[in-house]
């Protein structure tokens, strides 16, 4: 079973180190529910794991399936089966929305998959989503709503068919029906493919199966735990890990964090 194994990773962002010597790892066969405080790495871990050439290894090593991954580029480690559902994703003016996930998905196909193939799993992604069969000709999230781009990220991971899925806060911007419906669609999903996942609210993570927690705070993963965790977290906030476990969660910095999604666009258009 294909499995993601991070050890010792340190990663900084603009000349500031965000995560501090970070180890987990996480089977495909499982779902994970990543939590912590606004700030503390969440968002900076996802896309190291994923490539992003902003976020800055300095030590440290990711590997999945076995294969050490620390230094691919965005595209190989999508080939291998990693996916990540954007926290905000790029409105890309000029790239037809059909292209594009022609083009992503032939990206991880030996042979060009055939026009009526294509068409046949485009139109089964967008009936599972409740997405109109016309906003596939549409630029890539132009004019997009925020459900909508959100709900077009699950879209993506249903044409792909990756082996580990990444979500970040893709609840988010969600209305109730639509969180019902992602929350579904990720359950029919946990017997095919991993999940590690980045929500602050419960509800999501109540719709689903979720097999441990982890808790990163300050660059590091702090606790790992049950779905018990997700409960405690959602009633009493993150104060009782300075008194329980003396963890003191050091004050938010902003930064400019630059997305993924623009230069994941422009390798699969190649």
């Given at each position: 079973m294909p499995k993601l194994e991070i050890k010792d990773l340190h990663v900084s962002v603009e000349n500031k180190e965000i995560l501090k010597g970070l180890t987990l790892s996480v089977d495909t066969s499982e779902t994970v529910a990543l939590l912590g405080p606004n700030g503390n790495g969440k968002s900076t871990l996802f896309q190291t794991i994923m490539g992003?050439?902003?976020?800055?290894?300095?030590?440290?090593?990711?590997?999945?399936?076995?294969?050490?991954?620390?230094?691919?580029?965005?595209?190989?480690?999508?080939?291998?089966?990693?996916?990540?559902?954007?926290?905000?994703?790029?409105?890309?003016?000029?790239?037809?929305?059909?292209?594009?996930?022609?083009?992503?998905?032939?990206?991880?196909?030996?042979?060009?998959?055939?026009?009526?193939?294509?068409?046949?799993?485009?139109?089964?992604?967008?009936?599972?989503?409740?997405?109109?069969?016309?906003?596939?000709?549409?630029?890539?999230?132009?004019?997009?709503?925020?459900?909508?781009?959100?709900?077009?990220?699950?879209?993506?991971?249903?044409?792909?068919?990756?082996?580990?899925?990444?979500?970040?806060?893709?609840?988010?911007?969600?209305?109730?029906?639509?969180?019902q419906l992602v929350g579904s669609i990720i359950k029919k999903e946990q017997a095919n493919r991993g999940f590690l996942i980045i929500s602050h609210y419960a509800r999501?993570?109540?719709?689903?199966?979720?097999?441990?927690?982890?808790?990163?705070?300050?660059?590091?993963?702090?606790?790992?735990?049950?779905?018990?965790?997700?409960?405690k977290i959602d009633q009493q906030g993150y104060e009782w890990l300075k008194k329980e476990h003396g963890i003191e969660i050091e004050k938010e910095e902003k930064m400019n964090e630059v997305s993924i999604g623009s230069c994941a666009i422009k390798d699969s258009m190649k």
């Open positions: 992003n050439p902003n976020y800055r290894v300095t030590s440290g090593s990711i590997k999945f399936d076995g294969k050490d991954i620390t230094e691919l580029e965005v595209d190989e480690r999508s080939k291998l089966g990693l996916f990540l559902g954007m926290q905000n994703p790029s409105e890309v003016p000029g790239v037809n929305n059909v292209d594009f996930l022609k083009a992503s998905l032939n990206a991880h196909r030996e042979k060009p998959i055939s026009l009526f193939e294509f068409y046949k799993v485009l139109n089964k992604a967008y009936e599972e989503m409740h997405i109109p069969f016309e906003m596939s000709s549409r630029n890539l999230n132009e004019g997009f709503s925020g459900g909508e781009k959100k709900k077009n990220e699950i879209l993506q991971m249903l044409i792909l068919q990756p082996k580990l899925v990444m979500l970040d806060e893709i609840d988010s911007g969600l209305d109730v029906d639509a969180v999501l993570y109540d719709l689903i199966h979720v097999d441990r927690a982890f808790i990163l705070v300050n660059g590091v993963i702090a606790l790992e735990g049950d779905k018990s965790l997700i409960k």
